[in-house]
């Protein structure tokens, strides 16, 4: 009986752990995005940063879209805190949209309008390929 137990609260403990998505999973490598805008929200909790931008297309009309980048914890050993994102910064993101067509994308190079960029992405290989060729 305690051997059954022990393995309902094993599989218990691990379904975060089969919830969670790889990033070929939940993003379209083959489709970059690269988009400048406002930050109108910044969460900053695990499994992911998400940040959100405004964007204005062509025409004028403003899409928001969400930017998913790596735990907060992987993010501060790179030196990216959470007040480094705010909202109301203008910034340009480079990542990969979503696999589902929605205004989603992983987060990757951010550049600020100084010309500072940070990496927000989970993995260094996820970087967009103009990026990863100007750091040769």
């Not at 999973?25 to 931008?53: C, I, M, R």
């Not at 030196?79 to 910064?89: A, E, N, S």
């Given at each position: 009986?305690k ?103 992983s ?7 100084d ?22």
């Amino acid at each position: 009986m305690k051997t059954l137990h022990f393995l309902l609260v094993l599989a218990l403990l691990s379904l975060p752990a089969f919830a969670h998505h790889s990033f070929v999973a939940e993003f379209d490598e083959s489709k970059p995005v690269k988009l400048t805008g406002t930050v109108t929200k910044v969460e900053w909790q695990n499994p992911h940063v998400w940040f959100y931008v405004d964007v204005k297309d062509e025409s004028g009309k403003v899409s928001n879209w969400g930017f998913s980048g790596g735990a907060p914890g992987q993010l501060m050993r790179r030196g990216v805190t959470r007040d480094v994102i705010r909202p109301g910064m203008v910034i340009k993101v480079e990542g990969y949209r979503a696999r589902d067509g929605s205004n989603n994308s992983s987060g990757g190079k951010v550049t600020f309008s100084d010309g500072r960029s940070v990496f927000t992405a989970a993995a260094e290989d996820k970087i967009p390929v103009e990026a990863k060729e100007s750091k040769k």
